[in-house]
């Protein structure tokens, strides 16, 4: 299984940007899919952004389109989400996670949380108005 630790959360002002990071410790890390989540006071986790092993294929939630941007360095075995234009309702954790079993060198994207079986422990954004 795949140990992610995720970084970069904080505090930041509506309209502001935050970039996430997440690290990864598992030899398949180049050939799997990876995502990111997010899970907001009394509401349930929800996708956010994922892509493909090379990253050529990226999905991304409605709400975050066009504002966030996901990408990976195989070579560094990290992910990132660059966030721009924050609102504070995208305050939440937010979790790295992978699917560390099938879909190898596939351009699948998944964006439910049934299909991810890896999963870091979070990091708190929280945009204020």
Not at 11 to 28: D, N
Not at 49 to 58: I, K, P, Q, R, V
Request: glycine share 10%; charged share 15%.
């Amino acid at each position: 299984q795949v140990q992610l630790v995720e970084s970069g959360g904080g505090l930041v002002q509506a309209g502001g940007s935050l970039r996430l990071s997440c690290a990864a410790s598992i030899r398949i890390f180049t050939s799997i899919t990876m995502a990111w989540f997010r899970q907001a006071p009394g509401k349930e986790r929800e996708f956010v952004a994922g892509l493909n092993w090379s990253g050529s294929n990226t999905v991304y939630a409605d709400s975050v389109k066009g504002r966030f941007l996901i990408s990976r360095d195989n070579a560094e075995s990290a992910v990132y989400l660059q966030m721009n234009s924050l609102k504070p309702e995208d305050t939440a954790v937010y979790y790295c996670a992978a699917i560390d079993r099938g879909h190898m060198f596939s351009d699948y994207v998944g964006a439910h949380l049934a299909e991810y079986n890896s999963w870091g422990r979070g990091t708190q954004v929280t945009v204020s108005s």
